[in-house]
């Protein structure tokens, strides 16, 4: 008996169930070694050889190569464990966030101070369009 996902439907938005959390363990758990300096450091002198040592898939190192945040999250990554990295390159959370939209950071802070994104965001894909 498989589950009913509806939440799977709202467009742009990725959820973190117990699947994803299988999905990205290995990759989260990557995320979490970077809160020990002695594992910055180690990533910081070479990204890829430090990479290698994780039990991880090929797209998920790569998005971890290309900072791509959205496909780190589709590959099962949480967006809190995903912090240590955008921390480690010394970006705020807020820069993370704005990247992920596609918006500018300065873009992304003004659009959250005026009440966020619009609800057709937050709608069904099947009632977006009627």
């Not at 990557?30 to 797209?59: P, V």
């Amino acid at each position: 008996m498989s589950l009913d996902k509806s939440y799977q439907k709202i467009p742009g938005t990725t959820i973190f169930d117990a699947e994803m959390g299988r999905r990205g363990y290995h990759l989260n758990q990557f995320c979490m070694s970077l809160m020990k300096a002695e594992n910055r450091a180690l990533f910081k002198a070479d990204e890829r050889k430090y990479l290698d040592t994780w039990d991880m898939t090929k797209e998920q190192k790569e998005s971890v190569m290309t900072r791509d945040y959205n496909r780190m999250m589709a590959t099962g990554g949480n967006i809190y464990f995903l912090a240590k990295i955008f921390s480690c390159d010394g970006l705020s959370f807020q820069f993370a966030a704005a990247t992920m939209t596609g918006m500018s950071q300065p873009d992304y802070a003004q659009m959250m101070l005026n009440g966020g994104r619009t609800p057709i965001g937050n709608m069904y894909k099947e009632n977006i369009n009627g």
